[in-house]
């Protein structure tokens, strides 16, 4: 079988930018008292400006808590502030860990209406104050998370900062991504000109993103999500405002192309393990100071285990973590390896990603919501390589021939250039 992956066609192209643009910049520079919210696509640098949000707070506040949904993500936002000498005064968490250390919430509160609530009874009659949050991945907050964090919240800094993406809701919370919602149904009221949008994607290749996008198109169409663009005039001035209940239409960047198409192949799975661990070793023989994800569905841990095996078979370093608690760690510099669930390493981006198993996905006919969040789970994959996508399956269905068609779709998105 041919190599999938060689880092030295897209290393001049190799992504580390950490500077802020000057629309990113604003976000960050919002003055620190009152609520502030960002949407941006897959790739904008939202968590690259929570970050320096935090930082920026510092500089007024005194207690800060930073939460994240996943443990991947909570890693590199810390690990990122910690190179900074960042930690006193801050606590940077999940929000699972925060609530059991604080009020001893457990997961099995998830799972209902009125034991999620609790956690609102208790955080109303604690007197824990924080003089802002900051919350990466609202999107995946529930409800009452929300409301018993405002509880928290002292009033008389009213600090909130909340960036989200409703393309890569997976866990849940279709309500919020209707039309008719709005953050003030959570009693978060944000003021006029504290709402920032960011439609161009930094991380992506613009052939990974108009793959991704032509996939998870019909699918927002089909759970009733409106995609607006975000239009500028000549000079670059920004001519209307997407309504907040809507989904922000990405614009790729073209100088970020190597020309390199993404992989759809055909593997049986009695090989599939094998000739991953194969081909990682090929791929960072190319460039050793690289980064690849192995992403498989949220139900393919047997696939994790074999994929792990025949790594190590290999000698090759990598993470495949069994539990949450290993999950604390921290992906910041290269080179590293991951295999994990395509849900757990939302947030996080690597050089190449391998896709493994996209068959198990099905299509829900009978659960528009369901479905949607399925097919996030696999736009989300797709959204983590930089420069290198492969995706694998052995069985064609209905999610393999939409992959295989969005492959072959003509350009849908625009450009920053």
Not at 234 to 258: F, Y
Not at 293 to 298: A, C, F, Q
Request: glycine letters at 4%; a negative charge.
């Amino acid at each position: 079988m041919n190599q999938w992956i060689n880092f030295e066609q897209s290393i001049a192209q190799r992504l580390t930018r950490e500077e802020l643009d000057r629309e990113q910049t604003r976000a960050k520079n919002f003055r620190p008292e009152g609520a502030a919210i960002i949407r941006g696509v897959a790739g904008s640098g939202k968590s690259l400006v929570l970050r320096n949000r935090a930082e920026k707070l510092l500089e007024d506040f005194d207690d800060i808590l930073v939460l994240t949904y996943n443990r991947y993500m909570n890693g590199w936002l810390k690990s990122k502030l910690q190179e900074k000498g960042i930690s006193k005064s801050l606590d940077c968490t999940t929000f699972h860990k925060w609530a059991w250390d604080t009020f001893k919430y457990t997961y099995d509160w998830d799972r209902k209406d009125n034991t999620r609530k609790n956690i609102i009874k208790l955080t109303k009659n604690s007197n824990l104050k924080y003089q802002a949050i900051l919350i990466d991945e609202a999107q995946d907050f529930y409800d009452e998370w929300f409301q018993a964090l405002l509880e928290v919240l002292a009033p008389n800094t009213d600090s909130l900062f909340i960036v989200y993406d409703n393309t890569q809701s997976i866990y849940g919370q279709p309500h919020r991504r209707k039309s008719t919602w709005s953050w003030k149904d959570l009693g978060i009221d944000i003021p006029g000109g504290r709402s920032q949008i960011f439609d161009l994607n930094y991380r992506n290749s613009p052939e990974i993103l108009e793959l991704a996008w032509s996939f998870i198109k019909p699918a927002l169409a089909a759970a009733d999500m409106k995609v607006e663009k975000r239009e500028r005039d000549e000079e670059g001035r920004v001519k209307n405002t997407p309504s907040i209940g809507s989904i922000i239409e990405p614009k790729k960047k073209l100088s970020r192309s190597s020309n390199i198409q993404p992989l759809l192949l055909e593997v049986y799975y009695e090989d599939m393990a094998i000739e991953i661990a194969r081909q990682v070793k090929d791929a960072l023989n190319t460039h050793p100071e690289s980064s690849i994800g192995i992403l498989i569905h949220p139900q393919g841990k047997d696939l994790k285990i074999e994929i792990s095996r025949e790594l190590n078979e290999l000698q090759i370093d990598h993470h495949a973590p069994n539990s949450s608690q290993e999950r604390d760690l921290n992906i910041v510099t290269r080179p590293y390896v991951v295999v994990d669930s395509w849900n757990a390493l939302k947030g996080i981006e690597f050089d190449a990603v391998i896709v493994a198993g996209i068959d198990r996905l099905t299509e829900n006919t009978e659960d528009r919501d369901r479905d949607f969040q399925e097919k996030a789970g696999l736009y989300t994959a797709m959204t983590r390589a930089r420069d290198h996508l492969v995706m694998l399956y052995e069985n064609k269905n209905s999610i393999v021939e939409l992959v295989e068609n969005a492959l072959t779709y003509p350009s849908l998105l625009d450009s920053e250039e």
